[in-house]
């Protein structure tokens, strides 16, 4: 069966300071893979997919970045965190242009 | 852009009653519609996925969908107060390019 890690759960960072969160899937070959977040008060805003290794589509212009180094594994970075940047980041899969498996998500508290 | 709009509740229902919620989306091309549901503090839980016109029933859970109407629902027979949460409608249309999330139902079963 497919699982999806994704960590850290929690995380707290200073302004300005940079940020990576990894999400690695397991149990299947070439996932769409998805950068969501969720602020509070707010729906999920989709940030970054990925159809392949390589291959980022963003969705919102921000200061944050996504890479795809392997098939299976979607990081999501930052140079330097803003306080807008809380909120709860949640990387998902997809077997193919259907319905979006999600991780346990990271909650960021930019301070 | 695509849209999608639920009521943001909270909605409360008696214990063993049915709870209804609704969404409606703007995108007239979509092609694929579930229903999540997140508990809070957590990510959110694919519990229903409809493709077609009409209803769908697992357990508890029925979707309904009317593309005309461009309207989509979800019944929870016999509600247990397991089942409050929030409950998520996401549309995503025929590419690669992610789930459009609604802010989600708050639904509280009352004992």
């Known amino acids: 069966s497919q699982t999806i890690h994704q960590w850290p759960a929690t995380l707290v960072q200073p302004v300005g300071s940079p940020l990576s969160l990894e999400c690695t899937v397991e149990g299947t070959s070439n996932p769409n893979l998805y950068w969501y977040r969720q602020a509070a008060g707010r729906g999920l805003q989709l940030l970054f997919y990925s159809v392949g290794i390589g291959q980022i589509s963003s969705e919102v212009p921000q200061n944050l970045s996504a890479s795809r180094p392997q098939d299976r594994q979607f990081i999501l970075s930052s140079k330097k965190l803003l306080l807008s940047d809380s909120g709860f980041y949640l990387c998902a899969w997809s077997p193919r242009n259907t319905e979006a498996f999600f991780g346990q998500g990271t909650r960021l508290t930019v301070v | 852009q695509k849209e999608v709009e639920q009521n943001s509740g909270p909605l409360s229902v008696p214990e063993g009653a049915i709870a209804s919620l609704n969404c409606t989306y703007s995108d007239r091309v979509s092609q694929s519609f579930f229903w999540y549901r997140q508990y809070s503090g957590k990510s959110p839980e694919l519990i229903m996925s409809?493709?077609?016109?009409g209803d769908k029933e697992d357990g508890r859970f029925t979707a309904q969908l009317n593309k005309a109407s461009q309207y989509v629902s979800l019944l929870i027979r016999d509600s247990q107060p397991s089942d409050s949460a929030t409950y998520l409608c996401a549309v995503r249309g025929g590419g690669a390019d992610g789930l459009t999330f609604g802010k989600g139902t708050h639904l509280i079963i009352q004992p």
């Open positions: 409809i493709y077609s016109n």
